[in-house]
DNA sequence: CTGAAAGCGCTTACAG
DNA sequence: CTGAAAGCGCTTACAG
């Protein structure tokens, strides 16, 4: 390694530059950040002399005269009790195409993993350490969201050259700038792939209350399709408190018990990989006996028993939509749907 | 909003808190900084200005004095061509548990995804913008590696407050500061639970060639146990250019064609799971005829069919262990081993 | 315990 | 096209 070949020595700074080129530190700053001012001779002496002494800009310098930061600010919600393994691996994907997102543009991600029982921070803006905000979690993460549905009431002045925007994914509040995933129209792709493919008795698999905003609109579309096409809907209620495993299994019980249900459109990938875990368990034929649609596009649903049919948001234009609206704002004062696609695997009948 | 409720003002500094305390700028510093020779009286005086005026110390300010950062510069190796679906989940894993590990350390994460057909940059520390610098990749991603390893030998000059640490995961280079999965004792433990469970010939799928290094140590560890416990081993080679999924159905394949095989080693999960996908579609049964074990702890392997036994890295641990190594620094001058663990699943007989 | 002042390393009007 | 100078908003010796 370098620095055993070496001795330290202070880092360089644009007078170290000037000095060794000739020149004032004021033309290294103009010739290094590319100004058209400066001649082709006198900034290839610069660039040599900079290279020589190895010299970067310090960007904690240069940012501060310059009011901007290039960097985007994303926060993470976790929950506590959650590991790296047991989280939903859908927030870690979101975390991924929102930094890549952010590298198209050319902006840095300081990114923050934050959870309902520890320290909340959301005020990199203020702070001077971002241009933007982007905020990552469930509804379920409620003191967070309320710590975060606060800021935006609170934030009483601008910055020079950014209006602090946010974007929000996974917040239960209307008046947040929030992007989601078009639920309704997931639901409806659900129930009209099934009934495309002969299904008749299509249940739907989920949480009956009103905890999950994203769920109650799958619920809707599901709702809206069935009546479109004269279908009699069905409610598998869920157990809340159990795992999203463990309430797909239950949901398999309650319609094998049934005994008149041939499909299930099911509320999220996790609780559908439970259903197909259960039913395989119990020897019924999927996609014969019973057809059952996933919504979340898991990677894990290439490779359940049988692969599952799913609904899939496009995660790479969910992290574009949630940078640009919190680099650039959007119109509208709320919310921005992402777009969903449905994804035939064979837990569904060939139609 | 708020910006819509007032108008916009530029935002407080230290020396505007100071006015409305009646105090120096200097001691509006110290008081914030929880410096112990401000009076309680003071402090509190301080405190109430700030937050009426809403104010929050400008970061970009703060560090450039202060000359350290309070973050960690991360940087993502993938490949051009992936998208966040195909990506490899477990690199969004690991950078999870990396900015988690930093997390506990009060560190800030600054996260860049690079690819080695694009730019690359590595020099965080140099620009002021980190303390430390955490490179995950594969090492697949050639041009990338050869830009961090020539890095390492350029920096010539030290921080005054950081040593310019940086931590490596998935480089080819050895004389880097890498952090590894312990892929020996996987490979060890792969077969001790094969063979503990009565299958006697054991085949090893993965690439014979040395492009992988990790998979060259799951091989080795592998060999070591056959050897220990006198037993022949067998390689399954799979082609290099297929995706691994592929590799695993063609390994399948072959281990069909042989006939004689009765468990398999694989060098990944994915290519684990494929080989699951093709001795389901072909009627073998697992664990009965064929026993399979996987490595990397991936997610997908609980729902497939049947669910796949693995050797499971701590990915807590891997994240610490990188964090720890690029802000500290570590005794050794090259590398350090991640622990890893065999997980029980179906795919193999029960013991 | 508090204040006046220097200085971190840049960018960018302002002159020439 | 280039330079001298101001200033971004802090932290931290140095005095008292």
């Not at 001795?7 to 103009?30: E, I, M, N, W, Y």
């Not at 309902?116 to 979690?137: F, K, T």
């Not at 700038?177 to 659900?190: H, I, S």
């Not at 479109?228 to 398999?252: F, H, K, N, T």
């Amino acid at each position: 390694m370098g620095r055993m070949t070496q001795s330290p020595r202070k880092r360089p700074t644009s007078f170290d530059v000037a000095h060794l080129a000739g020149v004032s530190q004021s033309t290294v700053s103009r010739a290094l950040a590319g100004s058209p001012s400066i001649t082709e001779a006198t900034r290839n002496r610069v660039m040599a002399a900079a290279a020589e002494l190895d010299y970067l800009v310090d960007e904690r310098a240069a940012r501060l005269r310059r009011g901007t930061t290039s960097t985007l600010a994303v926060v993470v919600l976790r929950r506590p009790e959650d590991t790296v393994r047991s989280a939903n691996p859908f927030y870690q994907e979101l975390l991924y195409s929102v930094c890549e997102a952010a590298a198209t543009r050319q902006l840095d991600t300081l990114v923050s993993l934050q959870s309902d029982d520890g320290d909340l921070s959301g005020r990199y803006v203020e702070q001077g350490q971002a241009d933007g905000l982007v905020v990552i979690g469930s509804p379920t993460n409620v003191r967070a969201w309320e710590y975060f549905h606060e800021l935006e009431a609170d934030t009483s002045y601008d910055s020079p050259d950014t209006i602090g925007h946010a974007a929000y994914w996974g917040t239960p509040h209307e008046d947040m700038r929030w992007v989601r995933a078009d639920n309704a129209t997931g639901g409806r792709l659900a129930v009209r792939h099934l009934t495309d493919a002969g299904y008749r008795s299509i249940a739907y698999a989920g949480s009956d209350g009103n905890v999950q905003q994203q769920f109650r609109e799958r619920h809707e579309g599901y709702l809206a399709e069935m009546a479109d096409r004269g279908l009699a809907p069905r409610m598998i209620a869920v157990d809340q408190d159990s795992s999203r495993e463990d309430q797909g299994r239950a949901a398999a019980d309650a319609v094998l018990a049934a005994g008149d249900v041939d499909a299930m459109f099911v509320a999220c990938d996790r609780m559908a990989l439970g259903v197909l875990d259960r039913l395989s368990g119990l020897g019924t034929n999927v996609p014969g006996d019973i057809g059952v649609v996933g919504f979340d596009g898991m990677g894990a649903g290439r490779f359940s028993n049988p692969p599952l049919s799913t609904i899939e948001p496009d995660l790479a234009a969910a992290g574009k939509m949630l940078v640009d609206a919190a680099i650039d704002g959007v119109a509208q004062a709320d919310g921005v749907r992402v777009p969903v696609r449905y994804v035939a695997r064979s837990s569904v009948r060939s139609e």
